[in-house]
């Protein structure tokens, strides 16, 4: 069976809310979702960071493993283990492998390949008993090696070790390594490998990470806007405080803002494109947004609403102009309201393209749920901004997930949401 899980995850109530009167909201009381320490979706700029070396921690978090799952412990245990010592031996491990196991997740994910091939995870035998269990079972089989890497005991800097570890995994896949894992993808011995990095992969920036920023892209699309570029957000929904409170004022987001996803928006969403011209959000720094204009755009599309039911939403335009401390027009925070097309990912030097790694997979999936968007169409100058990650996107790299997407290999698509 191929398992491909969508994002739909939850239902609001409020369809059609009309706002009396012309309102001034301060940017933390709107965004409080995105800032508050308390919310669920508060979100963390996580820098690049490597894995430190923890051996000692490593083997005892191996020896606790060895007494809770023998399978998962051999495989593992497998990859540090002195090779003429037998698994059983819980205290023969190589300080030489596991320095070396280290440096080849922080520097030379390739290496880590061969390592895993060499010592047990390049399986029939193991992808045949993969396929049996449950995915999320598998995924959190896998997590269990992620939690033996790191010492960290802050849930915050654990989870941003991870998150730049999938980072690299994720570039070596479909970027540096291609040439040798596009093959992995055919070959069912390989197929543990796969799931082993998809676990992390999708756990890291999508399972917890959705809501996350690489400050790196936030640099980089700073950069851009100094350079005049509009920073096209694409299925952005209204998370663009952290691009504002970098100095990114030009900003468009391609959203449907459907009610059916309120768990990615702010709590009062709907007042962002259904309130009165002349609001006003206030930010810290004195900087303002101010309700311009709303435009219906000709047309409408369809969403369902709390009770399931279809209702009509009109395309449409709502723009926010950008003000300074002086009061200052610098710059527009433009919503179109509707589903994103393939010519929004045309290449047009006016433009930055952003979007979030859940979105990603639905531009290079190669079914059904693919957004109409073929990566071997794209220019080949095109890049995309992904928010969690280091560096841009390009079309090959969305072209090699494609390829991937379309192989024999089938597990947790890489954007989907399952939680």
């Known amino acids: 069976m191929r398992l491909k899980i969508g994002g739909i995850m939850g239902l609001v109530s409020t369809i059609g809310m009309v706002y009396a009167g012309v309102q001034t909201r301060e940017a933390d009381d709107v965004f409080n979702a995105w ?60 300080n030489r492998d596991i320095n070396a196991l280290y440096y080849e997740l922080n520097q ?31 995924i959190d089989k896998n997590a269990q090696f992620a939690g033996i890497l790191s ?9 941003h070790q991870l998150f730049s570890l999938a980072q690299r995994m994720f570039f070596y896949l479909f970027d540096e390594g291609w040439k040798k894992s596009a093959h992995f993808f055919s070959n069912p011995a390989q197929f543990p490998i796969l799931r082993f990095f998809y676990s992390i992969i999708w756990q890291s920036l999508a399972g917890d990470g959705w809501k996350e920023w690489s400050p790196e892209c936030i640099k980089a699309l700073k950069l851009q806007a100094e350079d005049g570029k509009i920073v096209r957000y694409i299925a ?16 468009e987001v391609i959203d449907p803002m459907l009610p059916t996803q309120p768990k990615y928006y702010v709590d009062d969403w709907q007042w962002l494109v259904e309130g009165q011209i002349g609001d006003r959000i206030t ?53 179109v309201r509707r589903f994103c097309n393939k010519e929004d990912f045309a290449y047009d030097k006016k ?11 639905f531009i290079a999936c190669a079914d059904s749920d693919n957004w109409g968007i ?25 072209q090699n997930m494609h390829k ?16």
């Open 108 to 138: 030379d994910i390739g290496a880590l390949v061969d390592r895993m091939q060499a010592r047990g995870w390049r399986s029939e035998e193991l992808n045949a008993l993969e396929e049996k269990m449950p995915f999320q079972k598998v």
């Open 351 to 361: 433009y930055s393209l952003l979007i979030s790694f859940n979105e990603l997979s």
């Open 236 to 251: 952005g929904g209204c998370d663009i405080r952290a691009l504002l409170d970098a100095g990114i004022f030009n900003i």
């Open 374 to 398: 073929n990566p071997a169409e794209l220019n080949k100058k095109t890049v995309v901004y992904i928010k969690q990650l280091y560096k841009p996107v390009s079309a090959r790299i969305m």
């Open 283 to 335: 930010f810290p720094s004195g900087m303002q947004l101010m309700r311009a204009s709303y435009r219906e755009n000709g047309g409408s599309f369809l969403a369902k609403d709390a009770k399931k039911q279809e209702i009509q939403i009109p395309i449409s335009t709502i723009t926010w102009e950008v003000r300074n401390q002086q009061g200052e027009v610098c710059g527009n925070v433009v919503f």
């Open 35 to 94: 800032v508050s320490k308390k919310s669920a979706s508060q979100q963390h700029i996580w820098g690049h960071v490597l894995l430190p070396v923890e051996a000692e921690m490593f083997v005892h978090k191996l020896k606790v493993l060895a007494k809770k799952d023998k399978e998962r412990y051999a495989l593992f245990a497998g990859l540090v283990k002195k090779k003429h010592k037998k698994l059983e031996d819980r205290d023969d491990f190589s």
């Open 151 to 159: 010492a960290k005991k802050k849930h915050e800097a654990y989870k």
């Open 404 to 419: 991937a997407d379309d192989r024999e290999f089938s597990f947790i698509r890489l954007g989907s949401c399952v939680k």
